[in-house]
């Protein structure tokens, strides 16, 4: 009991030792995404708080909360981690700060490729990678003679194959549940297939072409050949459905291997679970996927006091060798010092492969609203693709309307 | 009770009324009527882990100045109301035009957004009140004419459904219809298709939430239903039974014209709750196939990264005139019977 008690007493003074950044003053609340490696970061931008407060929420429902929270004045958050599609409302609104100045005085540890900068200000500073790839079951693939696939026509083959020797009845998942993630999956799709959303660099839509047909023919073909419920299937969703054994190709997250692949489960599937690159599509040679960071912003509407203080316990964390070293297999980590493990895989084939980074443009959120709404009566059969895509442009061009973008 | 004594105990109660209730609502209308100003779009290099590259961004410094000088935004009229998101007025006369057929013309409508919410909460409102008040009045009805001892018990558990808080409630049932949950597995196996899923099929997922919601609210119909049985004299039923009348005769001759009143109460509560359906829709996921109006405001309001107020607001706007216009006939029945009876 003593020794325990000791070793106690050892572990707390000494983190608290070696991670005192010396901050003496302001408060510190950050606002930000719920999954492992966040939580991981967070802990360790604690650390280092000093004699400051610390408070954080994390939270699946981020996105609700972030414009309201900063706009307030003072705003209740000093620290918001964001990703490149959230950070675009918080620049369109105007609701965090330039950090140029404390990036000089206390970013020692921060690389240059970490900096996110607009115009040469520093609007955020990344710290991990993201995107979504293929994961897939070696052992159903082998029994089944199939090669892993490379192309979606691949996984279609593939998932078709699987079905037909009677192995399971919905092979293919991925979130496509009707809103955000299935907008995101058509983002990939139609990118995979070339395309731009936007007609030369203005905000005209620019989706109801051939591209978009095929993006939109490639999304049905794998719909059926996932569980019929897909348009109520998030992330978790899938992920669940992976781990009943029910999935043998699945496109997901990078950042969600860690929970799939933790301890808890059927240790079988667990082992046959590969991570391999994400697949191409139509014959392009770049893949039909987005490159993501995750950064953290600081929030305008705070005292330089608190900001100050915010930024030397975040940048603790996100320049932290030790904590890549310990979480090497959470996340994709941006941080000098980091080793790319199995898990990695994903994100390092996409930019290898030349993958794009989801589009920063103020105007693509109204955009990704529309598709997430518009393009499910096409998967569900009720309509054409073309009217689909003149639904979702003509829902786009009345919100840009509203919002003063065309 | 003098005029006096009553505007004095009304008078928190109004006040919290027009503070919560007046004065937000009267923000929403002006709200409604305006939109963002002009985006004020530069090219900028920005740079980020993958890369850099030349792109838009909105140019902070020029439209913090139009911002202060008119903070609303750009007025905008009725321009938001009949925009293709909302009325549509365009569209719906383009459809007209080229349309050949009646049926090929409510089909295009019915594609258009604000539509399409309506359909499903008009068909919601008309199916769900007839139902939660017959469901509610048998209950009502049966429990009354139980033995005394078991009825307690019973009362208990018939207000279950409004007891169990409405999210949890969907979600129970969400599970059930899962294609791997004990009701859609069941359906499947019944119908003996493997790919029938409840939760995608349109017309499936409306029956759902209709029958969701009729299960919901039956229990309030029913307790206000049994409270006012309890009012109905014993004579005229008695005198009744010894004239030979049958039991439907004495529930429709005698009951019914005692409670009526309360039936006017009930149908008119069902109604606006019906008209404003949206927790189901989350509960069920249901947004792809069942979009309510109350569900196209959250939308606007939290679903995308751009909070778009016009388009919530003059939704809002439209729930409020259109829960007036369904309550108009019930009102004015209400008002010709108090006028009659004075």
């Not at chain 2, 008078?11 to 027009?18: E, S």
Request: charged residues 20%; negative net charge; proline residues 5%.
């Amino acid at each position: 009991m003593k020794k325990i008690l000791v070793t106690l007493l050892f572990l707390l003074f000494g983190t608290v030792a070696n991670a005192d950044c010396n901050i003496k003053s302001g408060s510190i609340n950050i606002l930000a995404n719920d999954f492992p490696a966040l939580r991981t970061l967070v802990e360790t931008a604690k650390e280092c708080k000093g004699s400051a407060d610390f408070k954080v929420t994390h939270s699946a429902e981020h996105n609700k909360i972030a414009v309201p929270a900063l706009t307030a004045n003072p705003s209740e958050f000093s620290v918001r981690v964001a990703a490149n599609s959230s950070i675009v409302p918080l620049m369109n609104a105007d609701l965090i700060r330039p950090m140029n100045d404390l990036v000089e005085k206390y970013g020692k540890g921060i690389q240059e490729s970490q900096l996110i900068t607009i115009d040469g200000k520093v609007m955020a500073v990344a710290f991990m990678a993201n995107t979504q790839h293929l994961y897939v079951r070696t052992d159903v693939l082998q029994e089944n003679g199939i090669a892993i696939p490379k192309t979606y026509e691949e996984v279609v083959a593939a998932a078709e194959k699987i079905r037909a020797a009677g192995k399971m009845k919905y092979p293919y998942a991925a979130a496509y549940k009707a809103g955000w993630n299935l907008a995101e999956e058509f983002v990939n799709m139609y990118i995979g297939h070339g395309g731009e959303f936007f007609k030369d660099g203005g905000a005209q839509p620019n989706i109801n072409n051939a591209k978009g047909v095929a993006t939109l023919n490639m999304l049905k073909k794998l719909a059926d050949l996932s569980n019929p419920d897909y348009l109520t299937h998030d992330s978790e969703a899938i992920k669940v459905e992976w781990e009943s054994g029910n999935v043998a190709i699945m496109t997901l997250w990078a950042s969600r291997s860690g929970t799939l692949l933790d301890d808890e489960g059927d240790a079988k599937i667990t082992a046959a679970t590969k991570l391999v690159a994400p697949a191409t599509v139509g014959g392009g040679n770049i893949p039909a996927a987005t490159l993501w960071w995750d950064g953290f912003t600081l929030a305008k509407n705070r005292s330089d006091a608190d900001a100050e203080a915010s930024f030397r316990a975040m940048a603790h964390a996100a320049s932290s060798k030790e904590m890549v070293a310990k979480a090497a297999d959470q996340a994709v980590w941006l941080v000098e010092g980091f080793v790319p493990g199995p898990k990695s895989v994903g994100v390092i084939e996409a930019v290898k492969m030349g993958a794009k980074p989801y589009p920063m443009l103020p105007q693509m959120g109204l955009m990704h609203g529309a598709l997430g709404s518009e393009i499910v009566e096409f998967l569900q059969g009720n309509e054409s693709a073309e009217q689909a895509l003149k639904d979702v442009e003509a829902a786009y061009i009345t919100k840009a309307k509203e919002q003063g973008f065309l | 009770m003098p005029n006096r004594s009553f505007f004095w105990f009304f008078f928190p109660a109004g006040l919290a009324m027009i503070l919560f209730i007046g004065l937000p609502i009267i923000s929403t209308g002006i709200q409604s009527f305006y939109a963002q100003h002009d985006q004020i779009l530069i090219e900028v290099k920005k740079c980020d882990p993958f890369g850099c590259k030349t792109s838009v961004v909105v140019d902070q410094e020029a439209t913090s100045k139009i911002k202060e000088d008119k903070p609303l935004g750009k007025f905008n009229g009725f321009g938001t109301y009949i925009d293709r998101n909302h009325l549509a007025s365009e569209q719906v006369l383009e459809f007209w035009n080229e349309s050949k057929s009646v049926g090929e013309f409510v089909g295009k409508v019915g594609n258009l957004p604000f539509y399409k919410a309506l359909v499903f909460t008009l068909t919601y409102c008309v199916i769900v009140t007839p139902c939660v008040l017959f469901l509610g009045f048998i209950i009502a009805l049966s429990l009354n004419a139980i033995s005394r001892k078991i009825r307690g018990p019973l009362i208990f558990g018939t207000i279950l459904p409004m007891i169990v808080t409405p999210l949890v409630g969907s979600l129970v049932l969400f599970w059930m219809i899962d294609a791997e949950g004990i009701i859609g597995a069941n359906l499947q196996i019944l119908m003996d298709d493997p790919y029938l899923s409840v939760k995608s099929s349109k017309a499936l997922t409306w029956i759902t939430i209709i029958i969701y919601g009729v299960w919901h609210h039956s229990p309030f119909a029913f307790v206000v239903f049994y409270a006012a049985l309890q009012t109905v004299p014993q004579e005229p039923l008695e005198a009744s039974i010894i004239d030979g009348a049958s039991r439907f005769q004495r529930v429709k001759h005698i009951v019914l014209p005692h409670i009526y009143p309360v039936v006017t109460f009930v149908a008119l509560i069902s109604l606006m709750d019906n008209f404003r359906v949206f927790e189901p829709i989350i509960g069920f996921s249901a947004e792809g196939s069942a979009q309510s109006l109350s569900w196209l405001i959250y939308d606007n309001l939290v679903n995308e990264e751009v909070i778009l107020f016009g388009s919530a607001a003059a939704t809002s706007i439209m729930t409020i005139v259109g829960i007036s216009i369904i309550l108009t006939p019930v009102l004015l029945r209400t008002w010709k019977e108090f006028r009659t009876n004075r």
